[in-house]
């Protein structure tokens, strides 16, 4: 485990707990015996906690493994691992990373039983800024072991990465795919805050927040094979209540240009009887309309990536909405995007709902409830007709919103973007005690 062997602060541990010899590899150490290590961690641990220091990263555990007799493997490992668990639980929070920690006993006696709470482990190998090389490679590797650690009881960690370095977006984007911890590790002064900002969000409780899918990010290609000159597919999912959005990450991690085509059947949790859209977070595009039907040859993506090249698509549901009778009847076809220059924006979403227009208004309305602030984005397929001032109400917390904070995309004519941060701020408004902000969006038909 990370520190044991060391110093403990309260004393050498020669002077302070029992201990035992054991051999590792030609050499012979001295460590904490399996009955005296809880009480280490305890100490360690408190002694963490007092000082303010609010999250660790416990790493080499795989040396427990190396230990040469079969005894000593027997004796310390699960205690070892139960004693750091625990008084990581105690007084982190459980804000530990496993590291280093992929050894057969580990996996077994700690991360597959579902009967303790899910622990963050490291997924690869170590983020190397300074060997160019590593950096596809890490991705790869990440992807490609999240096949196997998605199934055990473990929330996946790719390491951290620098914002301000070569593969820095390249990075960003699959710890964002990844489902697992986000974090940095860049040099005091060099940050890179715009990447920062899409991977992050403002709440209305002004903290900053990750907005992480709902599983563990994976190749959804696990046959292909490093040196193949293929593009590396991460899927994961952005759930909400009935329905979500398909992410799927692209990295060219081969050294030459590379264009695929990309069926819409490779998205987690498409239906067949459903429609789609498309949409690009680098450029902004959208597609077209797509049919969910896994056998339509047209609903292609094409994804056309240069050397260290990357992009996420997010696909989002239909929902259609019959207005008008006779030769006037028309269908409305709706989309909640999330939040706009996010690179996961739709995880932001937690509920949105369309509902009837109204007989006596004719006005339909949406209701969108959101985890953060940031500029909303709201597919419209009749959009090009509607009139801002004439044609939308929209409400933030129950007031009307300023109309210069609502605009249509100048790229996408199907695009309403509504600037929810901005209206926030302008019109000063409180969450008090809730985390969620709630909007209520009124359109003529």
Same mark, same amino acid.
């Given at each position: 485990?990370?520190?044991?062997?060391?110093?403990?602060? =309260?004393?050498? =541990?020669?002077d302070?707990?029992?201990?035992? %010899?054991?051999?590792?590899?030609?050499?012979?150490?001295?460590?904490?015996?399996?009955? %005296?290590?809880?009480r280490?961690?305890?100490?360690?641990?408190?002694?963490?906690?007092?000082?303010?220091?609010d999250?660790?990263k416990?790493?080499?555990?795989?040396?427990?493994?190396?230990?040469?007799?079969?005894?000593?493997?027997?004796?310390?490992?699960?205690?070892?691992?139960?004693?750091?668990?625990?008084?990581?639980?105690?007084?982190?929070?459980?804000?530990?990373?496993?590291?280093?920690?992929?050894?057969?006993?580990?996996?077994?006696?700690?991360?597959?039983?579902?009967?303790?709470?899910?622990?963050?482990?490291?997924?690869?190998?170590?983020?190397?800024?300074?060997?160019?090389?590593?950096?596809?490679?890490?991705?790869?590797?990440?992807?490609?072991?999240?096949?196997?650690?998605s199934?055990?009881?473990?929330?996946?960690?790719?390491?951290?990465?620098?914002?301000?370095?070569? /593969?820095?977006?390249?990075?960003?984007?699959?710890?964002? =795919?990844?489902?697992?911890?986000?974090? =940095?590790?860049?040099?005091?002064?060099?940050?890179?805050?715009?990447?920062?900002?899409?991977?992050?969000?403002?709440?209305?409780?002004?903290?900053?927040?990750?907005?992480?899918? %709902?599983?563990?990010?994976?190749?959804?290609?696990?046959?292909?094979? /490093?040196?193949?000159?293929?593009?590396?597919?991460?899927?994961?999912?952005?759930?909400?209540?009935?329905?979500?959005?398909?992410?799927?990450?692209?990295?060219?991690?081969?050294?030459?240009?590379?264009?695929?085509?990309?069926?819409?059947?490779?998205?987690?949790?498409?239906?067949?009887?459903?429609?789609?859209?498309?949409?690009?977070?680098?450029?902004?595009?959208?597609?077209?309309?797509?049919?969910?039907?896994?056998?339509?040859?047209?609903?292609?993506?094409?994804?056309?990536?240069?050397?260290?090249?990357?992009?996420?698509?997010?696909?989002?549901?239909?929902?259609?909405?019959?207005?008008?009778?006779?030769?006037?009847?028309?269908?409305?076809?709706?989309?909640?995007?999330?939040?706009?220059?996010?690179?996961?924006?739709?995880?932001?979403?937690?509920?949105?709902?369309?509902?009837?227009?109204?007989?006596?208004?004719?006005?339909?309305?949406?209701?969108v409830?959101?985890?953060?602030?940031?500029?909303?984005?709201?597919?419209?397929?009749?959009?090009?007709?509607?009139s801002?001032?004439?044609?939308?109400?929209?409400l933030?917390?129950?007031?009307?919103?300023?109309?210069?904070?609502?605009?249509?995309?100048a790229?996408?004519?199907?695009?309403?973007?509504? %600037?929810?941060e901005?209206?926030?701020?302008?019109?000063?408004?409180?969450?008090?005690?809730?985390?969620?902000?709630?909007?209520?969006?009124?359109?003529?038909?």
């Amino acid at each position: 485990m990370g520190y044991w062997g060391g110093i403990s602060p =309260i004393g050498k =541990i020669n002077d302070t707990y029992k201990c035992v %010899d054991v051999k590792v590899g030609d050499n012979t150490l001295r460590v904490v015996d399996a009955t %005296d290590v809880s009480r280490l961690y305890t100490n360690f641990y408190k002694f963490l906690w007092e000082c303010r220091v609010d999250s660790a990263k416990t790493d080499a555990q795989f040396y427990l493994d190396g230990l040469v007799h079969a005894d000593d493997r027997r004796q310390l490992t699960n205690a070892y691992q139960d004693a750091w668990f625990i008084n990581s639980l105690r007084w982190l929070s459980g804000r530990a990373i496993s590291c280093m920690s992929q050894t057969p006993q580990t996996i077994f006696h700690s991360q597959l039983p579902s009967t303790r709470p899910r622990m963050v482990v490291r997924n690869s190998d170590d983020f190397f800024p300074n060997v160019p090389e590593s950096h596809p490679w890490h991705i790869f590797c990440n992807a490609h072991n999240s096949t196997f650690t998605s199934h055990f009881n473990v929330l996946p960690d790719w390491d951290m990465f620098q914002t301000s370095h070569p /593969y820095a977006s390249f990075h960003a984007a699959a710890r964002c =795919i990844s489902g697992g911890p986000v974090y =940095i590790t860049d040099e005091v002064g060099k940050h890179d805050v715009e990447l920062i900002s899409q991977m992050t969000a403002r709440t209305a409780r002004e903290n900053t927040v990750i907005l992480r899918p %709902d599983l563990a990010g994976k190749t959804i290609e696990p046959y292909t094979s /490093y040196d193949e000159e293929r593009l590396l597919k991460v899927g994961n999912f952005a759930s909400r209540g009935g329905t979500g959005t398909s992410l799927l990450a692209v990295f060219n991690v081969s050294n030459r240009s590379i264009v695929e085509l990309i069926p819409l059947r490779n998205f987690l949790g498409i239906c067949g009887d459903e429609e789609y859209i498309i949409r690009a977070h680098s450029t902004g595009e959208i597609s077209k309309i797509l049919p969910g039907d896994s056998q339509s040859e047209t609903s292609l993506v094409v994804s056309d990536l240069s050397p260290r090249g990357w992009e996420i698509f997010s696909a989002y549901p239909l929902q259609i909405v019959q207005h008008g009778s006779g030769d006037n009847r028309e269908s409305l076809k709706i989309a909640t995007l999330g939040l706009l220059g996010k690179m996961t924006g739709a995880v932001a979403v937690l509920k949105s709902e369309v509902h009837a227009p109204n007989s006596s208004s004719g006005r339909l309305k949406i209701v969108v409830s959101l985890r953060a602030l940031g500029k909303l984005g709201l597919y419209m397929s009749n959009l090009s007709r509607k009139s801002i001032e004439n044609d939308f109400i929209i409400l933030l917390l129950g007031h009307v919103i300023p109309q210069h904070t609502v605009a249509k995309s100048a790229k996408v004519p199907e695009l309403l973007e509504i %600037d929810v941060e901005r209206a926030w701020e302008e019109m000063n408004l409180s969450s008090l005690w809730n985390n969620e902000v709630n909007l209520q969006i009124y359109v003529n038909l």
